[in-house]
């Protein structure tokens, strides 16, 4: 899997994104107004939409799938990781390539944010039944590339979140094998 970051301007095509969605607070602005307004709609209409990593799609071009974030002011990395995760996992039963993550920041840096979001997306692409040996059992995510929205976005911040959601999914393999 790919990781790279663009500002919201110079997103281009996508398969599918990812929207971040917290209580009390419009869409993100960077969406297309056709998009806002329906998000906008699907939060008058569904009850808990913002709920804590719950999980709306909307099927379009591109398909968009909104996850609750709570309340803005409890953002933090876990938070992030955790939405990037839910995300992602929401697309595990498509063919979908390319997919991108509004990155929320609240209090953190822009770097942290990003770092979390891709351990995130990491973490959910580890799937334990991958490991099965009939081929009818395996069924791997097709996601190819991931795309970071974000204002700021250091290549550094990537690259740790991949070499951090790399090495914790690989323990968590090793362990789950070794308890087994």
Avoid: C
């Amino acid at each position: 899997m790919k990781f790279r970051a663009v500002r919201p301007d110079k997103l281009g095509s996508v398969d599918a994104i990812v929207v971040p969605l917290f209580a009390d607070t419009p869409p993100p602005s960077w969406l297309p107004r056709a998009t806002r307004t329906a998000i906008a709609r699907i939060q008058k209409q569904e009850h808990g939409t913002t709920r804590l990593y719950g999980v709306n799609t909307l099927h379009g071009d591109p398909r968009i799938v909104l996850v609750g974030a709570g309340k803005p002011g409890e953002l933090d990395a876990e938070r992030v990781r955790n939405i990037a995760s839910a995300g992602i996992r929401a697309l595990w039963r498509s063919s979908l390539r390319k997919v991108a993550i509004g990155v929320p920041r609240g209090a953190l840096t822009s770097a942290r944010a990003v770092q979390a979001s891709v351990e995130g997306a990491i973490y959910a692409m580890w799937r334990p039944e991958v490991h099965r040996t009939r081929s009818e059992e395996r069924h791997l995510p097709e996601i190819d590339t991931v795309t970071l929205v974000a204002e700021d976005a250091p290549k550094e911040a990537i690259d740790r979140g991949v070499a951090i959601g790399i090495s914790r999914s690989r323990r968590e393999a090793t362990s789950r094998r070794s308890s087994s």
